[in-house]
Structure formats: structure tokens, C-alpha cells
């Protein structure tokens, strides 16, 4: 697994744009809206390599806190000009409102590339990249206050081990949630789904990033991995109460969601 | 040449089942068995990619492969029914860095087949094994005939005389075009140009490719010729032999 992503790491982002035809950016915009985080929320993207999910959790509790500010501004219309200025002053430099999010992956060149994206768009503050193992995080207990991973759980080896150190890694209160590929209930729809899938995604392989290998064993790890109702018991096993899940386009992905009490 | 695309493949490969079946339809090391869509997909993407960025030359490989279903086996028939030919098709040369003896080549005579194609390697800074492997032809022999046909390429351009450059690699291909029938040189030889200037465009069209393409219909299989058993003998008389005129 991790040749395949050495490799497709440059071409990752060309590649899921072509492969689901730009659709995954919804999909993650999505991810993030059900996450609504509030500022001060500390995050943990795991195998979030590019930082698609980060880059989208900074924007959102940034313009969240926009607006509270812009509330705070309103309620303040009454008070002197040096008070105004002197808290203005002190919200300035909180702009995130203390939201952090820690990317880890396990592979260095994905953490590079989501550096590189994060200089070109203009994320600064805010954001880690650690390297590590989503079944063995560097990271001590009850630290964060979401864990995310968002087409990542698939490639992990022991589910279990990964589902478990998220548990471990969440403060008490804190949320899991994950999004990945799942099954389509429909028939017709699921062989549709598996003709592109197998017909398609290689080629679009061979052609973008010259590599049919590395997408022929995505196809395949997609089709192997549980499906909604399994991840779901799987989750609530490693101790997560009031686990659900919601698909999207009729169960190409797959929302699971579960809080640590 | 998409007709042929309906010749027999394993239907297996379209659903999940099929993919522990793929891994034994290889047929050699490298294969990778596509079925008829794919094949149509990938000739598409992989001319339109060429097109796109001419610097992927394993795109230009994959479409000789996807579209060259008719040409290959008239290509292996050729070398089948000819001496030299056949015998090369039993002993299955192979022109690499680690078969070739280049110093035993460079201390050859000037103008001997060996010096001029090492030669050509140091001057264009090539070198015989960035060829491409085959990966979608779906028949073992036919797989060789493509390998040997790149492999070959080299010694193509010494025998004409041209470059790696742009314009060289084109009135390559036009004589490729003609030899072998495969429509990938047809088609780089025909959109290939899209990328030069004019001047460059009407040195092609009214010298070059007019010799190219005469030279292709005159001169004999170029995949006939036993290359690693001719190292000692001159260009010109090689070329003779083969029927190839010098360049205009």
C-alpha cells in the first residue's frame, strides 16, 4: 500500500478529480458541513496526506468565527471607541478562534504535496503535519476533540487497531467520523457503478499518472472493504456509542459517525 | 483498426470475480489483460494525452499497442515467411545496454553498422533501454514483435541519418508509418507536426517525408534484418541491401 501511494502522490489530486468527476470535492464539502465544527475545536485528519479536509475545516470555523465577531462587533455599538479597539484588537489575532487540525499520514511524499498546497492557497496558521500510523498514533490520550479520516480507513491494514487509537486519541465527548467508499444497495446502479469502476478507473490510470496498477488495486480494496452496516458495528465495538451513517449518492460513500461519552 | 477489437477476451475481467482470473490471462511478464472497452479507452486517452504532451512517449506506446491488433500479426507473418526473420523470432534478440558490447561496438571500423549506431547514441544521448515494455498486447509473440519493433527504432534513425529532434523523430515515424502498417506512426507521423514551425513544416512536406515515404515503400522488412549478426558490416552496404536511399 504504501508503494501505491508513493506513487500516486503527485498526480492524487488530477487523478480523484478525473475519477469521480470533481463529485469528491462535494463529497468533502459535506464531511465538513456534518462536522460543523465551532471555533476552538482541535482536529485530527488522519491520512489526510493533500489536506483536503483540513484546508475545508479552516475555512469553515474561520468564517464561523467571522460571524461571531461580526455579532460581538453589533452587541458592542454602545461602548466607548477605546474599548471597541482594545477587544477588536485581542479577536484580530484569533481569527481561528484557537481551531487547530493536526494532519497525519503515514507517507511522507502525500505530507509533502499537502504543504505545497498549503503555501499555495494560503493556509498558514492552524496547521501540523505529522507523520504517523493511523493503527499506532504519536499522539497521548483524550488529546483531540474530532478524529476524521476521509478515504483513508480503507488502506488501513487492521481496522480494528485504527478505529481503537481513535478512540484513544478523542477526549471524552469527543467525535469520530469517517468517510469512505461503500456498497450501493441498488443492483442496477452497483453494476453500473462496478463497470466504471473496473472498465474505467485503470485506464484513467494508465492514461493521467501512467500508472494502471496503483488504481486497479484501488478498485479493488473498494470492493473488499465492509460494508455501511459492518464499519458501523465495527465502530461501535472499539467503544463509540450512537454510531450512525449517511450515504451519499446511494452509497458510493458513506458517512459513519460516533461519539466517545 | 478497432474492427479487430471484438477478437476473443476474457469476459471475466468485467466484474469482481474476474480479478483473481486476470492474473493468470498474463502471457508474459508486464501484461495486463484489457478487455475491448478498455482498449478502446485507452487508444483514445492515450492519443489525445500524446497530443496533449508529446514528452509522454509511453502514451505514444500505449496507443501503438491498443491500435496495432491488424498490423502485428502482418508484421509477424512477414518475419515468419523470410530467413533472417524467423530466425529472429525463435531466437528473440533483445537490443539493451546489458546485451550490447559498446566497447567492442565503439572500437568497430567508422561506418561499420556497430560505430554508427553507438555513435548515434552518444550524439543524441540515447540510450536502447528506455524502450517501453509491453503491457496490452494480448498475444506472447505479438508482444515480442512490438518490443523488437522499438528496439529497433535506434538503428532506424542511423540508417537514415536523421536526429532525435522533432522533425528527425517524424520522418522516422512516416517511415515506420509505411514499413509496418502501425497506425500509431501513422497517426504520429501525421499529427506529430502539429507542434513545428512552418519553416521546419515545408522542409518536411516537400523533401523529407516524400524520401521517407518512398524510402519505406522501397526498401525490404526492416524487422528482417538480423542486427546483432551485422555489426561489422558497413551502413551503406546494409543499406543498399535493404533498399534505403541517402537523404536529401
Not at chain 1, 456498497?183 to 472498465?199: G, T, V, W
Not at chain 2, 536526429?163 to 515506420?176: A, D, R, S
Not at chain 2, 526492416?222 to 551485422?230: A, G, P, S
Request: glycine share 8%; net charge neutral; proline share 6%.
Amino acid at each position: 500500500v504504501y508503494q501505491v501511494f508513493q506513487s500516486v502522490a503527485k498526480k492524487y489530486d488530477v487523478m480523484n478529480d478525473s475519477m469521480t468527476l470533481g463529485i469528491h470535492r462535494i463529497w468533502k464539502d459535506i464531511f465538513v458541513r456534518k462536522m460543523n465544527p465551532s471555533p476552538g475545536t482541535l482536529l485530527l485528519d488522519v491520512a489526510g496526506g493533500t489536506g483536503d479536509i483540513a484546508f475545508r475545516f479552516l475555512s469553515y470555523v474561520r468564517s464561523v468565527r467571522e460571524r461571531q465577531l461580526q455579532r460581538k462587533l453589533r452587541q458592542q455599538q454602545n461602548l466607548s471607541w477605546q474599548e471597541i479597539s482594545e477587544t477588536y484588537q485581542e479577536d484580530k489575532v484569533k481569527s481561528l478562534g484557537d481551531s487547530r487540525v493536526v494532519v497525519c499520514d503515514i507517507n511522507k511524499e502525500m505530507l509533502k504535496v499537502g504543504k505545497q498546497k498549503a503555501q499555495h492557497l494560503g493556509y498558514s496558521e492552524g496547521l501540523s503535519w505529522v507523520l504517523g500510523d493511523a493503527e499506532e498514533l504519536p499522539f497521548d490520550d483524550a488529546k483531540f476533540d474530532v478524529y476524521t479520516i476521509a478515504f483513508g480507513i480503507r488502506n488501513v491494514t487492521r481496522i480494528d487497531l485504527a478505529l481503537r487509537e481513535a478512540y484513544r486519541v478523542l477526549k471524552p465527548g469527543g467525535r469520530f467520523l469517517c468517510l469512505e467508499f461503500s456498497h450501493i444497495n441498488n443492483p442496477l446502479l452497483s453494476r453500473l457503478y462496478d463497470l466504471y469502476s473496473f472498465q474505467v478507473i485503470p485506464v484513467l490510470g494508465e492514461i493521467i499518472a501512467g500508472d494502471w496498477k496503483s488504481y486497479q488495486y484501488l478498485v479493488e480494496s473498494i470492493r473488499r472493504f465492509p460494508p455501511q452496516e459492518e464499519l458501523k458495528a465495527m465502530i461501535e465495538d472499539a467503544g463509540f456509542f450512537k454510531v450512525n451513517y449517511q450515504n451519499l449518492n446511494a452509497g458510493i460513500v458513506a458517512i459513519h459517525s460516533g461519539f466517545k461519552l | 483498426g478497432k474492427a479487430c477489437l471484438s477478437r476473443t477476451e476474457p469476459k471475466a475481467l468485467d466484474g469482481r470475480s474476474g480479478e483473481e482470473e486476470a492474473v493468470s490471462y498474463q502471457l508474459y511478464p508486464g501484461h495486463i489483460p484489457t478487455s475491448p472497452l478498455q482498449k478502446v479507452l485507452l487508444a483514445a486517452g492515450s492519443a489525445a494525452m500524446a497530443l496533449y504532451d508529446p514528452y509522454r512517449h509511453d502514451m505514444v506506446a500505449v496507443l501503438g499497442e491498443t491500435t496495432g491488433c491488424l498490423a502485428l500479426p502482418s508484421l509477424r507473418d512477414k518475419m515468419k515467411h523470410h530467413p533472417e526473420g524467423y530466425r529472429i523470432l525463435q531466437e528473440r534478440p533483445r537490443i539493451r545496454l546489458s546485451t550490447l558490447d559498446m566497447a567492442r561496438l565503439r572500437g568497430l571500423p567508422p561506418g561499420s553498422l556497430g560505430r554508427e549506431y553507438v555513435r548515434f547514441l552518444e550524439d543524441n544521448k540515447v540510450s536502447p533501454d528506455t524502450r517501453m515494455p509491453p503491457k496490452f498486447v494480448d498475444d506472447e509473440e505479438l508482444a515480442y514483435v512490438i518490443q523488437r519493433y522499438r528496439e529497433v527504432h535506434d538503428l532506424m534513425h542511423t540508417l537514415l541519418g536523421m536526429p532525435t529532434n522533432m522533425l528527425g523523430e517524424i520522418v522516422v515515424k512516416w517511415f515506420e508509418a509505411v514499413q509496418t502498417g502501425l497506425p500509431m506512426c501513422v497517426l504520429g507521423g501525421a499529427f506529430g507536426p502539429v507542434h513545428l514551425s512552418t519553416r521546419k513544416l515545408q522542409v518536411l512536406a516537400t523533401q523529407l517525408v516524400p524520401w521517407a515515404i518512398r524510402n519505406g515503400h522501397n526498401a525490404s522488412c526492416i524487422l528482417n534484418v538480423y542486427y546483432e549478426q551485422r555489426w561489422e558490416q558497413p551502413v551503406e552496404s546494409l543499406r543498399e541491401e535493404i533498399g534505403i536511399l541517402p537523404p536529401p
